[in-house]
């Protein structure tokens, strides 16, 4: 009787077990028109007699004798499915191929865009509910997905991807700015490519570094240029030469946007990143624009950027770019050709000359894969941040803006912040933008006795024409060098490309040219929590000199 007990104790164990079965994705509301693609995931083991889901108007259960292994998908129309997923779910709804198998299906089962629930249930006991609204906010495309517990950690959406962190240790690093060396950087890196370069950047109209690509073509090397198919105002005549040139001379350029075949993967392809013979990655805040790399001796953008000599980072980067250049959404261009204008620029003594650096620690942030290493990297200082942005908004519903939030919130565990915003024309004039934004934090600094500050930089002072950075400096150590911008859009919905650089010369160098932008000008004394802001110096001046005039008048009347 003993060893008989044994014996079934042995054979339950072998059982596969489904105690762990619960749904873990869902999109219920597709670009599609209808939603035929709608679906759901379910993961677990064992057999799936008895388990049924319903959504309140109908039900669905599978066939007799059907099992998990880990996982599997459920899709409305699996013909559907296949079209913007490239592969077959494991049950369909509705019979629209022989090569994927059916579900039974009781009342109307559909997932309704705005507002629905899904109940797991096994043998009539419901062992997962998800209701939305309340679980989850959904929108058009959005893929809803459990982890760790929780729902829809960062918005994903239809198409995007799903990079983990990767941190790279004994990196040879390259560290540039603009507008001092980023061009020659460029340039070095662009004619040392030996077999293949690609290019993700979101606007391109610099005939000189088209001219690089063209060499490079001379050469034998395969290149290919990634941009963005609608970027804000459109694509310019300048980026239509340049793209149509390139692509006559042999380079493979494609553009995302959304298309009959597919809906754009995000909502602009906003990174820029170069991988080189898979040896190396040049990343950077800058677009390829003659403000953004301008020639030796001429005035551009206040920008970022590194060049990682690493055949590790060249693989991360190169799975990204593969993901993102494949797929309904990337069509080559096809436009004409178009006149190229050359940016007249001014000129510009350069005072930061390139760093390079071995051993440097070097963690890849993806937007919006990874956005949230962002403000983890803020909230780890200890010492000092210092923040170097074109601009910072609040979220939508004028939410607050959490990278913003982190940085407060290190100031009131006593970490000196210093926030350096844009003061080009349209970064101030408004009512809601920059200059506001840093009386606002410095509001905040003065009723809380933070050390906390906010400028707007002083172009003038400094000889650049605009502030277009988007880096972080935490501990003088730790650097970001990115192109995500701090609105909702950027980090959320965009593609984005940065890196963070760990190395003490690495920081050094960055703090240097931060500290070059913080003390340029007279003018760069902080904005007071009355909103004071360079426009309302430049009324406050004019309204000086009328009053001066006024009273001469005066004078010489009475004289």
């Known amino acids: 009787m003993r060893h008989a007990c044994l014996l079934l104790i042995f054979a339950l164990l072998l059982l596969p077990?489904?105690?762990?079965?619960?749904?873990?994705?869902?999109?219920?509301?597709?670009?599609?028109?209808?939603?035929?693609?709608?679906?759901f995931i379910l993961e677990g083991t064992g057999s799936l007699a008895g388990v049924t889901i319903r959504d309140g108007e109908g039900s669905i259960r599978f066939p007799a004798g059907a099992s998990i292994d880990a996982s599997l998908v459920v899709a409305r129309n699996g013909e559907a499915y296949r079209s913007v997923h490239g592969i077959y779910p494991d049950y369909e709804l509705f019979d629209t191929t022989a090569a994927v198998p059916d579900v039974i299906r009781s009342g109307d089962f559909r997932m309704a865009n705005a507002a629905d629930e899904l109940m797991l249930a096994r043998n009539e006991r419901v062992i997962?509910?998800?209701?939305?609204?309340?679980?989850?906010?959904?929108?058009?495309?959005?893929?809803?997905?459990?982890?760790?517990?929780?729902?829809?950690?960062?918005?994903?959406?239809?198409?995007?991807?799903?990079?983990?962190?990767?941190?790279?240790?004994?990196?040879?690093?390259?560290?540039?700015?603009?507008?001092?060396?980023?061009?020659?950087?460029?340039?070095?890196?662009?004619s040392g490519a030996e077999s293949s370069i690609r290019f993700n950047v979101y606007e391109f109209t610099d005939p000189g570094i088209a001219g690089m690509l063209q060499d490079a073509l001379r050469r034998g090397v395969a290149v290919t240029v990634l941009l963005e198919g609608g970027p804000v105002g459109g694509i310019s005549d300048e980026e239509k030469g340049i793209a149509r040139t390139l692509a006559d001379?042999?380079?493979?350029?494609?553009?995302?946007?959304?298309?009959?075949?597919?809906?754009?993967?995000?909502?602009?392809?906003?990174?820029?990143?170069?991988?080189?013979?898979?040896?190396?990655?040049?990343?950077?805040?800058?677009?390829?624009?003659?403000?953004?790399?301008?020639?030796?001796?001429?005035?551009?953008?206040?920008?970022?950027?590194?060049?990682?000599?690493?055949?590790?980072?060249?693989?991360?980067?190169?799975?990204?770019?593969?993901?993102?250049?494949?797929?309904?959404d990337i069509t080559p261009y096809?436009?004409?050709?178009?006149?190229?204008?050359?940016?007249?620029?001014?000129?510009?003594?350069?005072?930061?000359?390139?760093?390079?650096?071995?051993?440097?620690?070097?963690?890849a942030v993806l937007s919006p894969d990874t956005s949230h290493l962002v403000p983890e990297l803020i909230a780890g200082a200890e010492s000092s941040i210092d923040i170097e942005q074109a601009y910072i908004?609040?979220?939508?519903?004028?939410a607050p803006n959490p990278y913003l939030d982190a940085a407060i919130d290190a100031a009131r565990r006593g970490v000196r912040v210093r926030v350096l915003l844009d003061?080009?024309?349209?970064?101030?004039?408004?009512?809601?933008?920059?200059?506001?934004?840093?009386?606002?934090?410095?509001?905040?600094a003065g009723r809380e006795n933070l050390p906390l500050e906010a400028r707007c930089a002083d172009l003038d002072a400094n000889n650049v024409v605009k502030i277009h950075n988007k880096g972080v400096i935490v501990d003088g150590t730790r650097v970001l060098v990115s192109s995500i911008n701090w609105n909702e859009n950027s980090p959320c919905f965009n593609r984005e490309a940065g890196v963070i650089l760990e190395h003490p010369d690495i920081g050094a160098y960055y703090t240097a040219v931060f500290e070059d932008d913080w003390h340029a000008g007279a003018s760069s004394a902080p904005f007071g929590t009355d909103g004071i802001g360079p426009g309302e110096i430049r009324m406050a001046i004019a309204a000086g000199v009328l009053l001066a005039l006024v009273l001469l008048y005066a004078r010489r009347r009475r004289s």
């Open 17 to 39: 077990a489904a105690s762990a079965l619960q749904i873990t994705e869902f999109c219920p509301d597709t670009y599609l028109k209808g939603e035929a693609d709608e679906y």
């Open 128 to 190: 997962q509910q998800i209701a939305w609204p309340g679980d989850v906010r959904c929108r058009e495309g959005q893929v809803h997905f459990l982890e760790d517990g929780v729902w829809d950690p960062r918005p994903l959406l239809l198409g995007q991807s799903r990079f983990a962190p990767a941190t790279f240790d004994e990196v040879t690093v390259v560290a540039f700015v603009s507008p001092d060396c980023a061009r020659d950087v460029l340039e070095a890196t662009l």
């Open 249 to 328: 001379c042999g380079a493979s350029v494609l553009q995302m946007g959304t298309t009959d075949a597919a809906h754009a993967k995000y909502r602009f392809d906003h990174a820029k990143y170069c991988i080189v013979d898979d040896k190396g990655v040049f990343i950077t805040s800058e677009n390829l624009k003659p403000t953004g790399f301008p020639e030796q001796g001429m005035r551009g953008n206040r920008g970022w950027g590194a060049y990682l000599e690493d055949a590790r980072v060249a693989a991360y980067f190169g799975e990204v770019f593969a993901h993102d250049a494949a797929g309904g």
């Open 334 to 363: 096809g436009g004409a050709v178009s006149t190229v204008d050359v940016w007249p620029g001014g000129a510009f003594e350069p005072e930061f000359a390139p760093l390079t650096v071995s051993g440097v620690r070097v963690t």
């Open 393 to 398: 908004s609040n979220w939508s519903a004028n």
């Open 423 to 444: 003061s080009f024309y349209y970064n101030i004039e408004g009512d809601n933008d920059n200059d506001e934004m840093a009386a606002l934090i410095n509001g905040i």
